[in-house]
């Protein structure tokens, strides 16, 4: 299994601050990129899917970039509940072999 | 919504026992998962399952480990001999085509 590689934090930002985190990944063959969000001894919950245009869900953008091979995830007008790890996860073809990067922590401080 | 459902949610163990950690994974779907977390560490893969057989494992799911869907709704990982080092988080996911994979919550193992 290929590898995918986060930087690990913890980033901790006050209430209100413009976060962003990247993601790459090694293997070329990726097809489907995504976010999932884990709280503290809580299962993986996907947060976005990452489409090649780029989508956008309330305050967090993601981005793909195939040829640098990088995901992003930029969280706008962060909130306290926004405190989690987040995982980057990437899968060669849709429906099989997920592979989880080690996950970002993000602390957001009042 | 529906959900995926893990059993026992948390089992404490004797090491060298065998444990089988049950998952009901989402009626309609196709392709089911175990994976793994140490305490403070990422999310490790274990095993894929499809069409009633493994399609990939990893190096972490030694003859240790093994899987099985004995009755098309549950689907089972059962760990042999336990060790210490197997006191982990373990998480079922299940997925169709065109959609996300979802968890279950997860069993935590504890193995003493």
């Known amino acids: 299994r290929k590898e995918v590689e986060q930087d690990p934090g913890p980033f901790n930002v006050p209430e209100g601050a413009t976060v962003a985190f990247n993601c790459t990944y090694s293997?070329?063959?990726?097809?489907?990129f995504f976010w999932y969000r884990q709280d503290c001894r809580k299962e993986p919950k996907l947060l976005m899917s990452?489409?090649?245009s780029g989508n956008e869900d309330g305050r967090f953008t993601a981005q793909l970039n195939r040829a640098s091979q990088y995901i992003s995830l930029l969280i706008r007008d962060s909130k306290l509940s926004d405190s989690a790890t987040y995982l980057c996860?990437?899968?060669?073809?849709?429906?099989?072999?997920?592979?989880f990067g080690p996950g970002t922590r993000l602390s957001v401080l009042p | 919504e529906p959900e995926v459902t893990q059993t026992p949610s948390h089992q404490v163990t004797q090491m060298g026992q065998e444990v089988i950690l049950r998952c009901v994974p989402i009626?309609?779907?196709?392709?089911f998962y175990w994976y793994r977390q140490i305490l403070g560490q990422k999310v490790e893969f274990l095993v894929s399952?499809?069409?009633?057989?493994?399609?990939?494992k990893s190096e972490i799911f030694d003859d240790q480990f093994s899987v099985e869907r004995p009755d098309g709704s549950n689907f089972t990982l059962k760990i042999r001999s336990t060790k210490l080092e197997d006191s982990a988080m373990y998480f079922c996911?299940?997925?169709?085509?065109?959609?996300?994979?979802?968890f279950g919550q997860g069993t935590r193992l504890t193995v003493v």
């Open positions: 996860v990437v899968s060669d073809n849709y429906g099989q072999n997920f592979v």
């Open positions: 293997n070329s063959a990726s097809q489907s």
């Open positions: 990452v489409y090649s």
């Open positions: 009626s309609n779907h196709l392709y």
């Open positions: 399952f499809y069409n009633n057989e493994i399609s990939e």
């Open positions: 996911a299940s997925l169709s085509e065109n959609t996300e994979a979802f």
